[in-house]
Nanobody, 135 residues
């Protein structure tokens, strides 16, 4: 059974860094796209950073130059390095995976155009990890 688990959330002061990790298990094949979403209280989940099955990455404009994805194929993990965190980065961070091509494109588009997604919109979701940025 496919499963995603996020690690690495926590509290940090503005300007600090955190590294989130998304670990996948139970998946077969490598043609999945994965997106990190974040959700502010009471709002929909917005795409932050994405990676395609062939490792092409995209970042939301608000995080470009500060967030970086790194994928470890051997460990089946996708890390999100977040530097120079801003107060508005506070929220729940989720990773989501998708194997179906049209939905994969749509999921990555949420990052490119700054769109949002619902919790039931794509194949697999982790349980989320909280990030809190304070002044």
């Amino acid at each position: 059974q496919e499963k995603l688990v996020e690690f690495g959330g926590g509290s940090v002061q503005a300007g600090g860094s955190l590294r989130l990790s998304c670990t996948a298990s139970g998946y077969t094949g490598s043609n999945y796209c994965i997106v990190w979403f974040r959700q502010f209280s009471g709002e929909a989940r917005e795409g932050v950073a994405s990676i395609s099955g062939d490792d092409n990455t995209n970042y939301a404009d608000s995080v470009k130059g500060r967030f970086t994805l790194s994928k470890d194929h051997a460990k089946n993990t996708l890390d999100l390095q977040m530097n120079n965190l801003k107060l508005e980065a506070t929220g729940m961070y989720y990773c989501a995976a998708e194997s179906r091509f049209p939905e994969c494109i749509r999921m990555q588009t949420t990052v490119i155009v700054g769109a949002s997604a619902s919790a039931t919109e794509f194949q697999f979701w982790g349980q989320g990890t909280q990030v809190t940025v304070s002044s």
